[in-house]
């Protein structure tokens, strides 16, 4: 019964960011915040008003994507790569998506996310901004910290992701239908400097893949862990030869 | 707080709790076509255009949308006939059932159009991807989306209508197959309708006729359960259990009946102990009776404990945390192979339940049947050349219609109690629920609402007694919504089973004995466990001739939650193994699978002996059955169905092995499947319905049914017969079901019986019409002979060509002379259930690495006799395929440690969506059915019979392996393949 809850939407990050206290609730499109039960949190900051919705390309190899930017503009936007719109345009349905944002995606840190597999496979930076400033932070990092320390950390505001575009990639993924959450999947992305393997579905949260071996995977309904694993192997395989590596 | 929205081009301020979502502003401004699914956006059906763009409701917070534009479908259209473009071409083409999700899927699609004049069907899908729909195969959706583009294109449309196609065979005999024969190239949302000579042209009947709810779903008009509100409501949440199987030592409601705004809080210490079966089936229903509405025990994690009534929906989910609960927990069981063995917690160990076979046992049935002595079945299996025996396991899934269970409750004028309800059984939940709140009969009123599909699920008395015990408590109205967690954990869902075949074939390929043995799980209670199980007999041991033929069936108790009705009913765990099983023995005896099916399956003429054995009125002993007695299949139009639908799918690829193994995918592998099906229609001597018709003053016509049109498009079917009758368009029929105090009784809408049953109810009721109509007529054109009136284009025609209309007549026997009104009633009961017969064809792909399997197309050809609406009826049959698609390859209730079930939400259940939908092709193939109306035979189940096993077979096609435990889901096939290996 959640008659204390206090809704604000700041227009600035500044006011925003004195917003932020612990037990705050920041509320990008809401997919994750309001579904189910009602916001647990006394208070909520909305960041509509902020202006951190869009896309940049300030190099042909280099996008930088505001925090609130939706699903649905990543899914459509001509600069991202094909191969990153789709997975946007998977990640979900056209009722969802076009109410949830990459910062939103981000901070939910979905171990089965698709999109979040390409955010990493593109070296993303995520800008934060909280009481003690603004910095920057390593995607991989930031989802494990996610994973491991929960949204228990003093809130900050997600502000924008920079990706690295260049080169090519491919992506591979099992799931029970065509259109289903995957099971595992896989994206593996060509750069000069060499091969990144990304995967869903193999940890507690998305993970850069550096031996498939070592990885763990935990279990559910969808599949154990050596199935996991063994998926890992095959899509790494595939999406490698689909890039005509080695070829 | 003050919001300020531009709702349907009006700006507005309301004034809302900063905790409500845009779904509870909207529906409180009245805007009821936006409708709830679930809580996390997943359905669709709260889908609104914020901005222009396609949003769930329920996900917005109605702050968010300060400042915005919000659209719904109520302001596309400011009157019923002035539809805009999108909303006439849902209509047109039928692109939706139910409707409940109706103006989500209209406003998807004003969406995409807005952005793309001319979408290719692949962003059409994606389109569509947002908004779940259990009814359809989105196939006619798709349809309506081009539809509209080329409408606001300008360009022009032709009338949706189906492909009439030439019979490929007499009707009778089987035809060759042509390898590289095509089918014609057809929009797959047209029906292709293979015409039967022996059935007469007429002018309403067999005609694509729009939908009679049509316009009022596009326009999202209040029509549903909770589509109302009532001064006073309050709202109610019912307390669950986190246990399999506790016991409940006490229950302390104090602090709960102590918070404001709490009205009543009601469990076993407050509510009288009556027993009860919840399966909404005729009187008296089958044992056993294992329920009531409060009990000291709990069975299932989402038992009932609990329920209250309280100002807000937040107040009663409040004081439901406040119950103090203290329970005793106990051991629990979720597999049915394992509820019987010793050492088990029985789970039924109350001293007043009544007819539970062996509660220690947990056996709350013990179901046999057989067409023989024990001694003639062990006789037929000695003399049989090859004996094969394959057991067979099919999960628990779930009905999951996108509107939960609704009940809305209040006391009105005369103290009665009302319930509105979203329910297939009006009449059965009046009888049912009378003596768990101490009233009688005619104290109730059950009103249907429109339904926003059911499935079977709502073949239920499932809530209605916790609203009318709350409302009669409080005196007020009350209303309970069950969320999807709710749904998934407490209504219903199909018997999980583990099936075991065995049939003796002789040396020519014919079945000489057959037995099917079965156990099954009825979960915490027995509901629908007795028949069920028997429609699993039935449908197991009918399809096939076989001179012996026996059925021994365990239904148990364990602690998953309830099995109950589930379109098919026991058919499609039977026929998954019937068929798995048959094509088993073909591959054993290198025999052409379909030839062989054919060599066996029940042709006209051919005797259903085990019916006589079966269900309700069953015998148990063979020798108190005259064979003569046995009912035989009248009319079978199956070989048509599998020549068309042979060559709609390719059947001769299948032996290609370049096809089967494509060079350029070395770990994929293809295949084609078939599966035989045949279906019962209505159950005999039991199903009945009533219908009274009455004539208005402009000569229109005012049908009432018991009937309930889930989004089948009965209502239309059930009108389609009424204008047949009486020479009129289907807009002069005005259609009213589903109500105890207006309508005659019906049992309600499953078993199939609805356009078989309900609708001979209507035909004989606008008989009795016609008659007094003609009467009149003759006087009124001084004709001597009434029979020899005619009537048709709203008018009677003396045989010489004179004619006088329908109005007149209805003005002069309503206000002239010899006053009457013209009406009519009329009842049926059949003593015939007449089977639909189908072909089910699947083609896939299977990944050999992964394990995934693909299904890329569905062909199902049926023979469903007449089929009184073309554009219903295929939607039936796409619907219905899907449904099984997923039992197939996706859905599964998944069970933790402690017996909770751990995919409660759409998205890790799945059922497929717009964007993950394989092709379809639906074939009709006409036989003339005398003992239905004009024809007709079933269509509601029988697509649910056949996918599974098709693709199944496929699988094994594809592959070598033979997997016998549903669904295929990529680890099992993974597994399957791998051990092969």
């Known amino acids: 019964m959640n008659t204390t809850l206090v809704y604000h939407r700041p227009t600035t990050l500044d006011e925003a960011v004195r917003l932020l206290a612990p037990g705050v609730v920041v509320l990008a499109g809401g997919t994750v915040v309001n579904a189910g039960t009602r916001p647990t949190g006394d208070v909520l900051v909305d960041l509509q008003a902020l202006d951190l919705s869009g896309i940049d390309a300030p190099t042909a190899a280099t996008l930088v994507v505001g925090a609130t930017t939706r699903l649905s503009a990543v899914a459509t936007d001509a600069r991202v790569p094909s191969w990153l719109r789709d997975l946007a345009r998977r990640e979900l349905p056209s009722s969802l998506r076009t109410l949830a944002t990459v910062g939103g995606t981000v901070i939910a840190g979905g171990p089965h996310s698709v999109l979040l597999a390409g955010l990493l496979a593109c070296d993303a930076v995520v800008t934060l901004v909280g009481a003690n400033g603004s910095g920057e932070v390593a995607l991989a990092d930031l989802l494990e910290e996610l994973a491991t320390q929960g949204q228990t950390t003093q809130p900050r505001i997600i502000t924008s992701i920079r990706l690295d575009i260049g080169g090519d990639a491919n992506a591979q993924s099992t799931a029970r239908t065509t259109a289903d959450v995957p099971i595992v999947a896989c994206v593996v992305r060509r750069t000069p400097k060499g091969l990144r393997t990304t995967m869903s579905g193999v940890a507690g949260t998305v993970v850069i893949v550096d031996d498939v071996e070592a990885l763990n995977p935990p279990a559910d309904f969808r599949g154990s862990t050596e199935y996991r694993r ?15 590596v080695g070829q | 707080m003050n919001v300020n929205i531009t709702l349907n081009d ?30 996390s956006g997943e359905t669709g059906a709260s889908a609104i255009l914020l901005d222009g763009r396609l949003a769930s409701s329920e996900v917005i917070l109605a702050a968010q949308a300060d400042g915005h534009r919000v659209d719904t479908v109520e302001g596309l259209s400011a009157k019923r006939d002035d539809l805009d473009p999108v909303q006439a071409a849902f209509v047109a083409v039928g692109g939706f059932q139910s409707g409940y999700s109706a103006g989500a899927l209209i406003l998807a699609t004003h969406a995409l159009l807005a952005d793309n004049p001319s979408p290719t069907e692949t962003e059409i899908r994606d389109a569509l991807s947002g908004v779940l729909d259990r009814e359809t195969a989105y196939v006619k959706a798709v349809e309506a989306v081009k539809r509209a583009a080329s409408v606001l294109r300008g360009e022009a449309t032709e009338p949706f209508r189906p492909a009439i196609l030439a019979p490929l065979t007499d009707g009778v005999r089987p035809v060759a197959y042509e390898a590289g024969a095509t089918a014609p190239n057809v929009s797959p949302a047209i029906p292709r309708l293979i015409p039967s000579t022996d059935v007469p042209d007429m002018a309403v009947v067999g005609k694509p006729e729009l939908k009679v709810d049509g316009v009022k779903l596009a326009r999202g008009n209040p029509t549903f359960a909770d589509d109302v509100e009532l001064r006073g409501m309050l709202h109610a949440k019912v307390l669950r259990s986190p246990h399999a199987h506790a016991r409940i030592l006490d229950i302390d409601d104090s602090a709960a009946v102590a918070l404001p705004g ?16 919840s399966g909404g089936q005729s009187w008296p229903n089958p044992h056993p009776w294992d329920q009531v509405s409060f009990d000291n025990k709990v069975r299932h994690v989402g038992d009932r404990v609990a329920a209250v009534a309280a100002e807000s929906p937040a107040i009663a989910e409040e004081a439901c945390r406040l119950i103090k609960v203290t329970y005793e927990v106990l051991s629990f069981v979720l597999d049915e192979n394992e509820a019987m063995a010793d050492g088990v917690a029985v789970i039924h160990d109350e001293a007043d339940a009544v007819g539970v076979h062996d509660a220690s046992r947990n056996l709350a049935l013990h179901i046999k049947a057989q067409t023989v002595s024990d001694a003639n079945i062990e006789k037929a299996f000695a003399s049989a050349a090859h004996v094969f025996e394959n057991t067979y396991r099919v999960q628990q899934v779930q009905q999951t219609p996108i509107e939960p269970h609704v009940s809305v409750a209040w006391l009105d004028e005369d103290e009665r109690l009302i319930l509105r309800t979203a329910t297939q059984v009006p009449f059965h939940v009046r009888r049912i629920v009378a003596p768990l709140l101490g009233l009688q009969v005619k104290d109730i009123r059950v009103m249907k609402p429109r339904v926003g599909g059911g499935f079977g699920a709502k073949q239920e008395m499932l809530i209605e007694d916790i609203v009318g015990h709350l409302a009669l408590a409080t005196k007020r109205p009350v209303r309970l919504v069950l969320d999807r967690e709710e749904e998934f954990a407490s209504s219903r869902t199909r018997h999980p089973q583990t099936l075991t075949f065995k049939t003796g074939v002789d040396k020519n390929g014919k079945l000489v004995a057959q037995q099917l043995n079965v156990t099954a799980s009825t979960g915490a209670y027995g509901t629908h466990g007795f028949t069920v199980q028997n429609v699993t007999g039935l449908r197991g041991l009918s399809s096939y001739n076989c001179p012996a033929k026996k059925f021994d069936c365990h239904v148990v108790y364990t602690n998953i939650p309830v099995p109950g009705a589930f379109r098919g009913y026991g058919a499609p765990q039977a026929e998954f193994a019937l068929e798995c099983h048959m094509e088993d023995i073909a591959r054993s005896l290198g025999r052409e699978v379909i030839d062989f099916k054919r060599q066996n399956w029940v042709k006209v003429g051919d005797k259903l002996d085990i019916v006589m054995f079966l269900g309700e009125r069953g015998t148990l002993d063979p020798a108190d059955v005259d064979p003569a007695s046995f009912p035989p299949v009248m009319t079978s139009g199956i070989e048509e169905c599998v020549a068309q639908a042979m060559r709609a799918i390719g059947w001769h690829r299948r032996d290609d092995p370049s096809w089967v193994a494509p060079a350029d995918r070395p770990h994929i592998r293809r295949g084609i499947g078939f599966a035989f099906c045949m279906h019962g ?30 989004g089948t498009g009965a209502d239309t079917v059930l009108g389609q017969i009424a204008a047949e009758v009486l020479g009129v368009p289907l807009d002069d029929i005005i259609m009213y079901t589903g109500d105890t105090d207006m309508t005659p009784f019906d049992v309600g809408a499953y078993a199939s019986s609805t356009t078989y049953i309900s609708g ?34 709203r008018r009677a025609w003396a045989p010489d060509g004179r004619s006088i209309s329908l109005e007149d007549i209805a003005l002069n026997s309503l206000h002239t002379e010899d006053h009457e009104q013209i009406m009519g009633t009329g009842s049926h009961v059949s003593h015939e259930c007449p089977p639909p017969f189908a072909a089910q064809f699947a083609e896939i792909e299977v990944d050999t690495e992964t394990g995934q399997v693909t299904v890329v197309k569905l062909v199902m050809a049926v023979d469903c006799g007449v089929a009184i609406n073309p554009i219903t009826a295929s939607g039936q049959v796409e619907g219905g395929m899907f449904q099984a698609l997923g039992y197939a390859v996706c859905e599964e209730f998944a069970f933790d440690e402690t017996g909770r079930m751990v995919n409660a939400e759409f998205g890790p259940y799945w059922i497929f969506r717009a964007d993950d939908a394989p092709a379809t092709e639906v074939f009709l193939v006409q036989t003339m059915e005398d003992s239905g109306p004009f024809g007709a035979k079933a269509v509601a189940e029988i697509p649910t019979d056949g996918v599974a096993p098709a693709v199944r077979n496929a699988l094994l096609q594809a592959t070598g392996v033979a997997i016998n435990q549903i669904p295929f889901t990529p680890e099992r096939v993974y597994h399957a393949l791998n051990s092969r290996s």
């Open chain 1, 230 to 244: 063994h998926l890992a192997r095959v899509l790494q395989a595939r999406a490698i030869t689909e890039l005509g």
């Open chain 2, 10 to 39: 009006v700006a507005q301020n309301f004034t809302v709790d900063p905790a409500d979502t845009l779904l509870e502003l909207l529906r409180r401004e009245g805007c009821f076509s936006v409708r709830y699914g679930s809580d």
């Open chain 2, 262 to 277: 709490v009205h009543a809080v009601k469990h076993y210490k407050n509510t009288p102990r009556v027993l009860y079966a």
């Open chain 2, 681 to 710: 229609t209505a159950i005999p001597f039991l199903d009945m319905g009533g219908c009274s018709i009455k004539m208005n003053d402009d000569g229109s016509f005012n049908v009432m049914s018991g009937a309930a049109d889930l």
């Open chain 2, 760 to 793: 001979s109810a209507v035909k004989k009721a606008a008989d009795v019409v016609r008659w007094r109509i003609k009467l009149r007529a003759a006087r009124l054109l001084g004709v001597e002979e009434p029979c020899s009136i005619e009537l048709h284009d």
